[in-house]
């Protein structure tokens, strides 16, 4: 029990980066509590305890697994890079489809403490949209997401349509973009930069690099919400940012410049 409450592990050794597992369910625990209430936390404790035995119960109920918006939008799945329709030359290490966990971005985004309306949101391999859907519930100047699977954007699309449908979009421009990360331009604005595992280290360098042309000369902290930072080493040489905190146990890291 110590040395799983001491010991760095990743749960999915490949996919996921080194972090204090205790910290993140403890984290985990109380961000379910906060955002979901009692009763869904209670189940999502029992699945968790119950997960690696031989009768794994209210699975559904695990803390990653909970979500509001799932059951209206379509955002679920794992779909590997070679299943989704990218240009032959412009795949490179672009990485696997998977959703956020809503409440973790919530979580974060809410720690920044930010004036929203002063600041873009983006997602840089924006997947199926549940950043947008996220980040639109925020009085942000605008919130975007550039994502070179038509597949993917077509389907955040209609995801961006039913948040706006319900009302549920307090920014009043969202939209998702199709297209490389690597060529997207970013107006010359304060942004909150979100990124989940979209990417390896050449394609992150050229983002980054575009980052720091694009948003030169502004005053206001740019941040970085990097979630699964599997390339933490290369935004930390490049220099542009520099980490204010570690969230979820290190399974997040949050930048600013
Ligand atoms: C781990 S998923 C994250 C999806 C979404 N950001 C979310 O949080 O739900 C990474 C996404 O990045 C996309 N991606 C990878 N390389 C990309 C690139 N060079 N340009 C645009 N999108 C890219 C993939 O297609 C995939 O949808």
Not at 35 to 53: I, N
Request: proline letters at 4%.
């Amino acid at each position: 029990m110590l040395k799983f409450m001491f010991a760095k592990t990743g749960r999915y050794t490949t996919f996921e980066v080194e972090h204090y597992q205790f910290r993140r369910i403890l984290r985990s625990f109380l961000i379910n509590f906060k955002y979901r209430g009692l009763l869904p936390t209670m189940l999502g404790t029992v699945a968790g305890a119950t997960r690696k035995s031989k009768l794994p119960i209210l699975q559904d109920y695990l803390f990653h697994r909970q979500s509001g918006l799932k059951d209206w939008l379509d955002i679920g799945g794992l779909i590997d890079q070679k299943d989704l329709d990218v240009p032959e030359e412009n795949r490179g290490s672009g990485l696997r489809y998977e959703a956020t966990s809503e409440y973790e971005l919530r979580y974060v985004l809410e720690s920044l403490k930010i004036p929203y309306p002063s600041y873009n949101f983006i997602d840089y391999g924006s997947g199926k949209g549940i950043a947008q859907a996220i980040a639109a519930e925020y009085p942000f100047n605008a919130v975007t997401g550039i994502e070179y699977s038509r597949k993917l954007h077509l389907i955040a699309e209609r995801n961006i349509e039913e948040v706006k449908r319900r009302g549920k979009a307090v920014c009043r421009d969202v939209t998702s973009q199709c297209g490389d990360a690597m060529a997207h331009e970013l107006p010359n604005m304060p942004h909150v930069i979100y990124l989940f595992n979209s990417f390896g280290a050449d394609i992150l360098k050229v983002v980054l690099d575009r980052i720091t042309t694009d948003l030169a000369g502004i005053k206001q902290p740019i941040y970085l919400l990097y979630n699964n930072p599997m390339q933490q080493e290369t935004v930390e040489e490049h220099g542009f940012f520099h980490l204010i905190a570690k969230p979820m146990g290190g399974k997040w890291r949050v930048y600013s410049s």
